[in-house]
C-alpha cells in the first residue's frame, strides 16, 4: 500500500493519512504496544486505504514502539 497499490484489487486508488482514525468514548479503537495500553494516541500511526476495494492497512513508524512490542507480542512462525 505504500506504494500506491492496493496488494488486494491492484488499484491505484490509495490514499494515505496520519492518525487517520480516532477513538471513542465508548467502543473505540484501541492498540497495544509492549504492556503499555494506549487509549490515545502515543505514536504517530499511518493509516492507507484503498478506495476501489476497501482494503486497509495501518502501520505504526517509531522504531522504538516496534522493537517494544518483540518483547511483548507473540511471533507468528
Given at each position: 500500500?505504500?506504494d500506491g497499490?492496493c496488494p488486494?484489487?491492484?488499484?491505484n486508488?490509495?490514499?494515505m493519512?496520519?492518525r487517520?482514525?480516532?477513538?471513542?468514548s465508548s467502543?473505540?479503537?484501541?492498540?497495544?504496544?509492549?504492556?503499555?495500553f494506549?487509549?490515545?494516541?502515543?505514536t504517530d500511526?499511518d493509516h492507507?486505504?484503498?478506495?476501489?476495494?476497501g482494503y486497509?492497512?495501518?502501520?505504526i513508524e517509531?522504531?522504538?514502539r516496534?522493537e517494544?512490542v518483540k518483547?511483548?507480542?507473540?511471533?507468528?512462525?
Amino acid at each position: 500500500m505504500k506504494d500506491g497499490k492496493c496488494p488486494r484489487c491492484k488499484s491505484n486508488a490509495v490514499y494515505m493519512k496520519r492518525r487517520g482514525m480516532s477513538q471513542g468514548s465508548s467502543g473505540g479503537v484501541y492498540i497495544y504496544i509492549s504492556k503499555e495500553f494506549a487509549t490515545r494516541p502515543t505514536t504517530d500511526v499511518d493509516h492507507y486505504i484503498c478506495t476501489a476495494c476497501g482494503y486497509f492497512e495501518t502501520y505504526i513508524e517509531d522504531k522504538a514502539r516496534l522493537e517494544a512490542v518483540k518483547n511483548d507480542w507473540k511471533k507468528v512462525e
